[in-house]
């Protein structure tokens, strides 16, 4: 079946530095893949389409130049939280929609901003 | 404005019994409705889905009905087992976007 890995899955940053995620296909090629946050008891809250070699789509009220998103192939995607605060602390999820359009999530990655 | 709602929080069954988890929604724009299962710091995993132009969907234990006139969706796992226990997100799809509703957390009882 379709794996859509995540790195890293736990990540503690300082407030005001930046983190990196990582969200890669490892089977199939994903043109599309998008990104959730997930707060506690909360739902999953789509926050972005990431389309490869083109520019991401951000949600109402996510801030794009705060959450950099890069497609730069067809299986990895990146997601930046710069200057993070601690209100950044959440678990974020990647999924990557093979050619059948169906969506495969990744394990997630909790941050914590301390 | 929640536009997929999982209004029970939790439930818990014993096994052998049938589990019920109800979803609502508010946008008759949804055209694809899905029903993921998420264990603690894992993804969701994929479950079963069903297309806004069918009224029920079976896959082993697990069946999906849709009422469209209601709004309403709910899974039946029968028979329930207790590597069952996990959290279960009703999704709903409209141009390719996911949205979830906030969760139920099954608990079956051996």
């Known amino acids: 079946g379709a794996v859509v890995s995540q790195h890293p899955s736990w990540v503690i940053c300082k407030s005001g530095t930046s983190v990196k995620i990582e969200c890669r296909s490892l089977?199939?090629?994903?043109?599309?893949m998008f990104w959730y946050r997930q707060f506690p008891k909360q739902s999953l809250m789509l926050m972005a389409t990431?389309?490869?070699?083109?520019?991401?789509?951000?949600e109402q009220g996510v801030e794009k130049d705060k959450f950099l998103i890069n497609h730069a192939s067809l299986t990895l995607s990146t997601l930046t939280v710069t200057s993070a605060h601690p209100e950044d602390s959440s678990f974020y999820i990647c999924s990557a929609r093979d050619s059948s359009y169906e969506q495969y999530f990744g394990p997630g990655t909790r941050l914590t901003v301390t | 404005d929640q536009q997929v709602k999982q209004n029970s929080p939790s439930l818990s069954v014993q096994e052998g019994r049938i589990s019920i988890l109800n979803c609502d929604y508010t946008n008759s724009m949804f055209d694809y409705f899905l029903w993921y299962k998420k264990y603690p710091a894992e993804g969701p995993t994929f479950l079963i889905s069903i297309s806004s132009i069918k009224d029920k969907n079976e896959d082993g234990r697990f069946t999906v009905f849709l009422n469209k006139s209601a709004k309403h969706l709910s899974l039946h796992i029968v028979p329930s087992q207790p590597g069952d226990s996990a959290v279960y997100f009703c999704?709903?799809?409209?141009?390719?976007?996911?949205?979830f509703g906030k969760g139920t957390k099954l608990t079956v009882n051996p």
């Open positions: 990431s389309n490869e070699g083109s520019k991401a789509t951000y």
């Open positions: 999704a709903a799809s409209v141009s390719e976007k996911l949205v």
């Open positions: 089977d199939f090629q994903a043109t599309t």
